[in-house]
C-alpha cells in the first residue's frame, strides 16, 4: 500500500464493484453471515447457517443501540465467547455523544479499519483526478483522544482515535503524497489547545508545502482559524526567533515541535505581511499556503451552517466535502468532488457492509402509528424517495438502524448515490409539530440575514424543547460575533418563529398550542465551554458535532447554555 498507490487502478475498481452493486451486496451478506453464524447474536434468530438475504431479513429483526447495547457491554466486560461476532472484538470505539448526552460504545474491527482506508483511497483517487496532488503535505487538524481500558480489557476511543493510532492510517497518507505537517507528539498530545496551536505553527513552517487544509468536520477548520486570529502574533514571533512560545508546556509536544524550528526573520516578515494585507480575515487559508489546491473535510448535515465562514477563510480554494459514515461504520464516498458542499451526493460502496433502506414518507402529517413500510436492497431504492439506512457490517451490527434520512439523488451505474437529509431523531416537536434539524439551519440561516446587514454573524447555535411552560414553546440559543441591539434581535426573534414552515407548527401557533418561540443570547465563548465538556468527557476535537437540539436528558449541556445567558426575547409573530 505505502508504495504502490495508483489512484486510476483504485477507480477502476470502484467502478467494476458498482456495476455488480446487487451481487457483491449479495457476496457481502454472505462473507458476514459466514463468519459471524455462530455467534450468539445470530443463533438466536435461527439462521441454521443460511446466508441469502430473503432469509437473513426474514429471521433477523431491525435494531436501535438500545437493543444491541447490553451485547457490546458484555463484550466491553470481557466476556471471550463469540457474541456478536465469529473473531474476538478487541476494540471498541466511542460515539461523539453529542447527540445523545453520553457516548455509545460500538465495536470496531480490522474489517472496519480496513474498509475505512478503502474509502480514504477512493475518495482521493477521485479528488486527485480533479485536483492532483504531488509531493505536498496535509495541514490536519486531527486530535486523538485519550484510549482507555474497559472492564474486561479492552482498548477504547473514539472512532477517530483508533484509526488515528492505526499504523495504516500514517501509510495511507504517506502513500497518497500528503503526510501529515504535525508530528504525532501533537496529534496525541493531552491538551488540545496546545495542540491546535502547534497544528498552527506547523503549518505554518511548511507553508509552501501545505497542498491541503483538512479536519473530520468543518467546524474543527474554522475554531483553527478563529484561534489564529488570536494567536498569529505569537506565530509569528516562535518563527521569527525560533523558539516555541511558553504557551506549550507538554513536554512531549515541546520537544517534537522544537526540533522543527529555526530562527527565520524572512519568513516571519513574510507572514507578517500577508496577513496585514487581508480585509477581515478574508482568504486567510489561500494567504497563508499558497499551493493549498482545496480544503478538505465533512461539510454536510450539522456543518453546513459554517460553510459561510469557511468560504470566508477559504477564498477562492474550492471545498472538497469528504465522505459518509458513522461510529458504526462508512457508507458512501464523494465521487465528484467538484461539486459544492450544499449539493455533495455520496456513492455507497457495496463491498463495506449489507445496505437496505427504509422508505420514508415526506408527509410530516402522517400518523406515527401507521406500520412502517418493508426495507428494501440497495439496488432497488428509486431516485428523488427518502429513506433512513440500515447497516449490516463485519463488527457484530445486524439491521441496525442508523437514524440517518437520506435522500436517493441518482445512480452511480448501479450503486445508489446519496444525499444526507438530517438525523431522524432529532426533531423539534411538542404537538402535533415535526421540525428536523435541517428546518431548524434554514430558520436560523434566515433570521441571520437581519445580523449579517450589521456586520455581525452567529458563530454557533442550538435549540432545545422547553415543555415546562404551559404551552411548550421551541428555544433557540444563540452565540453572535458582537454587540445587537435589541430591536433587531426582536425581528431575528420573529423571523425565527416565522420561518418554521412546518404545518404542524404554523397551526399550533396560531391557536396557541405551541408557545411564542423564545431566543436566548448566550456569553461570547459558551460554545467553546461546551467543546470543552465534551473532550473532559473523552470525545475527540475532531470528531465533535455542536449538537443542534439539546433534550431533557442533556442536563449538563443545558445547564452550561443556561448559565451564560446574557439576553432573552420572545416572538410576536403570531
Known sequence: MEENFDPDAVIEEFEDMSINAGKVQREVLKKILEENGESEYLNRWGLDGRTDPDSFTACVPLVTHQDLAPYIQRIADGETQSILTGKPITTISLSSGTTQGKPKFVPFNDELMESTMQIYKTSFAFR????????????????????????????????????YRNPQFKNTMRAMQTPCCSPDEVIFGPDFHQSLYCHLLCGLIFREEVQVVSSTFAHSIIHAFRTFEQVWEELVADIREGSLSNRITVPSIRLAVSKLLRPDPLAADAIFDKISRLNDWNGLIQELFPNTKYIYGIMTGSMEPYLKKLRHYAGQLPLASADYGSSEGWIGVNVKPKLPPELVTFAVLPNIGYFEFIPVKDDTNCPEQEIEPQPVGLTEVKVGENYEIILTNFAGLYRYRLGDLVKVTGFHNSTPELQFVCRRNLLLTINIDKNSEKDLQLAVEAAAKLLSEEKLEIIDFTSHVDTSTDPGHYVVFWEISGEVNDEILKECCNCLDRSFLDAGYVSSRKVNTIGALELRIVKGGTFHKILDHFVGLGAAVSQFKTPRCVGENNGTLLQILSNNVVKSYFSTAY
Open 128 to 163: 486527485n483526478r480533479e485536483y492532483p496532488i504531488e509531493n505536498g503535505k496535509a495541514l490536519q487538524f486531527i486530535y486523538s483522544s485519550k484510549q482507555f481500558k474497559t472492564k474486561g480489557g479492552l482498548a477504547a476511543g473514539t472512532a477517530t482515535t483508533n484509526v
